[in-house]
């Protein structure tokens, strides 16, 4: 049975750009199963399922329904468990919530400030009143006052990425030899700047650039089968 994936986008559905989202699309992919994607705004997501979540991803198997993309990794591990693995194991379970906790806390306030106009401009009018409110309500500043900290952020953010910088010396992936879902939660952040900013926040010869290209082609193209922003 083919698996719904709801997820966000702007006018140009061709660029579902959740970050939450693009992991489970990734995980979904990993584990080799059959899902649609569906496209919804952000004034539309309590509509998915019944007003199931008040954010996405949300998916639907059969006759169950999930929202969160962590949860929703959980879950496909242990309904099939016959197919590749997310976690490698309760060591990679373990390392992937470190891996969210990082992503969440220093990776996310930053692409943040640096989207923020940008993600604004890809969306409805409808959707755009929503997205000022409830941005400077979680941002506790204007979308002007943001605006003055995009120079700063964009200057600062490879540093950010300096523990996985140094780590892919030693190896390919954030899981080890292959990917596992660590690396789609690191690639869902940068997946997102990817698709709605014209910040160009990696630089070619980085060890961080060939991992992200990596990620972009695996899975049958998936990651880039959305175009980047112009």
């Known amino acids: 049975m083919t698996i719904t994936l709801?997820?966000?986008?702007?006018?140009?559905?061709?660029?579902?750009?959740?970050?939450?989202?693009?992991?489970?699309?990734?995980?979904?992919?990993?584990?080799?199963?059959?899902?649609?994607r569906k496209t919804v705004s952000f004034t539309q997501v309590p509509n998915i399922e019944g007003g199931v979540s008040?954010?996405?991803?949300?998916i639907r198997d059969g006759?169950?329904?999930?929202?969160?993309?962590?949860?929703?990794?959980?879950?496909?591990?242990?309904?099939?468990?016959?197919r590749p693995s997310l976690f490698g194991g309760e060591g990679g379970l373990a390392m992937a919530r470190f891996v969210e906790s990082w992503s969440q806390s220093t990776l996310h306030p930053a692409l943040n400030v640096?989207?923020?106009?940008?993600?604004?401009?890809?969306?409805?009018?409808?959707?755009?009143?929503?997205f000022v409110r409830s941005r400077e309500a979680r941002l506790g500043k204007t979308f002007a006052e943001v605006a003055a900290l995009r120079d700063a952020e964009i200057a600062g953010f490879?540093?950010?990425?300096?523990?996985?910088?140094?780590m892919l010396k030693s190896q390919p992936w954030i899981g080890g030899s292959s990917p596992?879902?660590?690396?789609?939660?690191?690639f869902g952040?940068?997946?997102?700047?990817?698709?709605?900013?014209t910040a160009r926040l990696l630089e070619e010869g980085d060890a961080v650039t060939d991992w992200f290209e990596r990620c972009l082609d695996i899975h049958g193209g998936l990651g880039r089968s959305a175009p980047a922003a112009v």
Do not use: N
């Open 6 to 36: 709801y997820e966000l986008a702007g006018t140009d559905i061709s660029r579902p750009f959740s970050p939450h989202c693009w992991k489970t699309a990734m995980a979904l992919a990993h584990k080799g199963l059959d899902f649609d």
């Open 54 to 58: 008040k954010t996405v991803p949300v």
């Open 63 to 82: 006759s169950k329904v999930l929202a969160d993309s962590f949860l929703i990794a959980d879950y496909l591990e242990e309904t099939y468990p016959d």
């Open 114 to 130: 640096i989207a923020l106009h940008e993600i604004h401009d890809r969306l409805a009018p409808e959707d755009q009143a929503y």
């Open 158 to 166: 490879s540093a950010k990425l300096t523990p996985l910088r140094v």
């Open 180 to 186: 596992l879902f660590s690396d789609y939660i690191v």
């Open 189 to 197: 952040a940068l997946q997102w700047v990817r698709l709605v900013s």
